[in-house]
């Protein structure tokens, strides 16, 4: 079983700046391509980020193309997604996930997800 545990959320003005970390216990997580997804109140949950099991590969939702960027440390464990330029309608509950066959999966391939971060970016 795959435990992910992200950090790192929490109020910035748009235009700045936020790191997230998803930290992975078990020994398998080079095994897994990991996404990010975000979920806003009353919206459904969406896909953001995805990375392979290398890193070698990345894909991007079009929304956020060319402002976050998704990366790890396999070595530690842990997935990260760095957002720049943050616009008020990046404000969501992020949400680390962990996939064995996919690094673009939907909210129903998903193997394991973690708990949710919260980021909001005001105006």
């Known amino acids: 079983q795959v435990q992910l545990v992200e950090s790192g959320g929490g109020l910035v003005q748009a235009g700045g700046s936020l790191r997230l970390s998803c930290a992975a216990s078990?020994?398998?997580?080079?095994?897994?391509?990991m996404a990010w997804f975000r979920q806003a109140p009353g919206k459904e949950r969406e896909f953001v980020a995805g990375?392979?099991?290398?890193?070698?590969?990345?894909y991007y939702a079009d929304s956020v193309k060319g402002r976050f960027t998704i990366f790890r440390d396999n070595a530690k464990n842990t997935v990260y997604l760095q957002m720049n330029s943050l616009k008020p309608e990046d404000t969501a509950v992020y949400y680390c996930?962990?996939?064995?066959?996919?690094?673009?999966?939907?909210?129903?391939?998903?193997?394991?997800w973690g708990q949710g971060t919260q980021v909001t970016v005001s105006s």
């Open positions: 990375i392979s099991r290398s890193g070698g590969n990345t």
């Open positions: 996930a962990a996939d064995l066959h996919t690094l673009t999966p939907t909210v129903y391939e998903v193997d394991y």
């Open positions: 078990g020994r398998t997580f080079s095994s897994y391509a």
